[in-house]
């Protein structure tokens, strides 16, 4: 009871499953969202012809889990797998970023600096807070040259049956291959898979969702 994963009945001496029970459901789904989602960047891949990576928060940390290289002779270096301090200027990170209350943005992003990584690199936090509402307002986040120069990715978010966000999926592209229908065509599969898996997880559709189905 003390660690909130049971708490008394009422109105009868039985218990009952607590709120912490959710935590745990949660590491539970990370945990298992690499094997969940692996048919979907294979997808992607294969449609792209492009690298995609999943990516999810854990505790303060932006970690990607899995990986598939892209099909060309060029291609992007768009970072391996592991943890890595740049959650502000991802695709991946700032489509999980978009949906946290904005004292845990800070609290992350400030967790480990907002470094320049490259000239277009969002180094301000309330410019990142406005450029995470228009990720809210989208359902998509770009990272157009903020992490690695001459790189494009566009990424979106994954979420359960609660609603929270468990992971994230980005497609990236050289720069010389970043034509308006090959990044919408990207954005497309991206959107389309974690829509799949999201829905996969049970979570509800968002509003944006709702207004606007694929």
Known sequence: ??????????????????????????????????????????????????????????????????KREARHAVRVDAGALGTSDAAHATATGKAMLAWL??????????????????????????????ALRLVRRNGFSFDREEFRPGVVCVGAAIRDHSG???????????????????????????VAATRALSAELGAPPTAHERAKPL
Not at 105 to 130: K, N, Q
Request: hydrophobic share 40%.
């Open 1 to 66: 009871m003390q660690r909130g994963f049971v708490t008394k009945g009422l109105g009868r001496r039985g218990y009952a499953l607590g709120a912490r029970i959710l935590y745990l459901s949660h590491a539970c789904l990370q945990v298992d969202l690499p094997r969940r989602a692996q048919s979907a960047l294979d997808r992607i891949n294969q449609s792209t012809g492009e690298t995609v990576h999943l990516a999810a928060l854990q505790g303060d940390e932006l970690v990607t889990v899995l």
């Open 101 to 130: 209350p904005e004292d845990e943005i800070r609290r992350i992003v400030m967790a480990h600096g907002m470094t320049r990584f490259t000239p277009h690199t969002i180094t301000d936090f309330d410019a990142l807070i406005e």
């Open 164 to 190: 929270g966000v468990v992971g994230s999926i980005s497609a990236s592209t050289p720069t010389m291959r970043a034509s308006d229908d090959h990044i919408a065509h990207m954005r497309d599969e991206v």
